[in-house]
Each structure stands twice: as structure tokens, then as C-alpha cells.
């Protein structure tokens, strides 16, 4: 079958970041579903005051890139809410990667290295 010839022309001149980038938003999905499932599981395990989930990997998950789906597990499940240092760092994370994000966007791909 052969196909229409806008198609060979948009697949010879697809920037060569597009690949990266689709790796990246597939990156940023898993890995926020990951930190909102790890919050909710953490909330059912204090819940029956069972082992728990370290804050440390929570924080991790977060800076790993899990940094909205950790702020909606706080705000859904109502979660370490009242740790103030837990809090603090996660924001923390949260604001260096939104730095790093508007970096990116102004100066262009990585143009600021």
C-alpha cells in the first residue's frame, strides 16, 4: 500500500528531537502515576498503621520528575500535610524543576548549556 505523499514529506522533516520528546512526555506520565500511586498507598498503609512508605522515597519520586502527580496526592488523598519539612522540600523540588522547565522553554532546546 503506498501511502499519500504528505506523509513521506512530514516524516523526512520531523525535527530530530521530536523522538526525544515523545520519550519524555511517556517519561513524565509513568513517573507521575508512579508518585501518585505511592502516595495513595503510603495513605492506606497509615491508615491500618502499617509499614509506610519513607518519606525519602516519596521526595525522590518527586525530584525524579513525579513533582505534580506528589502535589496531587497530597492535595487528593490529603497526605503529609501538616509535615512542614516534608512540605517545604517538596515545593523546593517543585520550584527548581518549574526553574529548569521555564529555562528550557525561553532559551530554546537546551540553548542555555
Request: hydrophobic residues 55%; charged residues 20%; glycine residues 8%.
Amino acid at each position: 500500500m503506498k501511502f499519500p505523499r504528505v506523509f513521506s514529506f512530514a516524516r523526512k522533516h520531523v525535527p530530530v528531537y521530536a523522538k526525544a520528546m515523545w520519550i519524555a512526555v511517556i517519561y513524565l506520565w509513568a513517573i507521575n502515576a508512579l508518585t501518585l500511586l505511592a502516595f495513595a498507598w503510603d495513605k492506606a498503609r497509615a491508615r491500618r498503621r502499617k509499614g509506610r512508605v519513607p518519606e525519602r522515597r516519596l521526595l525522590w519520586l518527586a525530584a525524579l520528575g513525579g513533582s505534580p502527580g506528589a502535589v496531587l496526592g497530597r492535595w487528593m488523598f490529603r497526605h503529609k500535610t501538616r509535615k512542614s519539612g516534608f512540605s517545604m522540600w517538596q515545593f523546593a523540588i517543585l520550584g527548581v524543576q518549574a526553574t529548569i522547565i521555564y529555562l528550557i522553554v525561553t532559551k530554546g532546546y537546551f540553548g542555555w548549556l
